[in-house]
């Protein structure tokens, strides 16, 4: 089998040439490809737990466009219940931001900062993080007991369960903010001094 590149000749293009190819080659192309294995070591439990929030969600957005547009008789407590699933996707979510340090960072003042300097305030900014996440999930805890056994709108189920859900978000990004901190300090460095060693530009 051949296949011609079908590139233009005009405006200065290289010519095009045939490539030999076969069926042969194809199929030993999807080969390699079925060698590689999974690897699922690389997520935490909070990535399941908002993966599950957010196929929940989509379902009950599905289900609220099916009842409204199709069925001409709209589910009103999908549209809450969606909304309440979206905290949890959120809130646990950004744990796992914490854990892979994605979260946006402003790093330039460290390209001018002498080492010591550099690192002092980056240790700075992990403590400020744990403390802030710390606080937050603080926070959060005083208002879910706040709205203890107060229902929700059109189910009668406990609201304070859903920033229960908020609250665990807080306190697994509280944990990992730890951990992070924790590495840098070993390592010597964080994301913000040397960035390049966490999203592979150095390699």
């Known amino acids: 089998m051949t296949l011609h590149s079908s590139l233009p000749l005009s405006g200065g293009a290289a010519e095009s040439r045939p490539v030999e190819t076969s069926a042969e080659a194809l199929v030993a192309s999807f080969a ?3 060698q590689h294995t999974v690897d699922l070591s690389g997520y935490g439990v909070e990535d399941w737990i908002c993966l599950g929030f ?12 099916f009842s409204r547009y199709v069925l001409n ?37 460290y390209r001018y900062l002498p080492v010591p ?22 926070l959060v805890a005083r208002y879910a007991l706040a709205v203890d056994n ?16 908020a609250f665990a978000g807080f306190a697994l990004m509280s944990v990992r903010a730890l951990q992070v901190g924790i590495e ?20």
């Not at 900014?125 to 744990?130: E, G, M, R, S």
């Not at 070993?186 to 999203?199: H, I, M, V, W």
Request: charged share 15%.
């Open 150 to 165: 107060e229902p929700m709108t059109t189910i009668n189920w406990n609201k304070s369960h859903v920033y229960w859900l």
């Open 73 to 109: 008789d709209s589910f009103a407590w999908t549209e809450e219940l969606a909304v309440y699933c979206l905290m949890p996707v959120v809130f646990i979510g950004a744990s796992m931001c914490v854990r892979r340090v994605r979260h946006i960072q402003v790093n330039l003042i």
């Open 54 to 65: 957010f196929w929940t969600m989509a379902g009950l957005v599905f289900l609220q466009f």
């Open 32 to 34: 390699e490809a079925d």
């Open 117 to 138: 300097a550099g690192r002092a305030l980056s240790t700075a900014v992990d403590i400020a993080a744990f403390a802030f996440y710390s606080y937050g999930a603080w």
């Open 184 to 203: 840098n300090w070993r390592r010597g460095f964080s994301a913000l001094q040397n960035p390049g060693y966490f999203d592979g530009s150095d390699d």
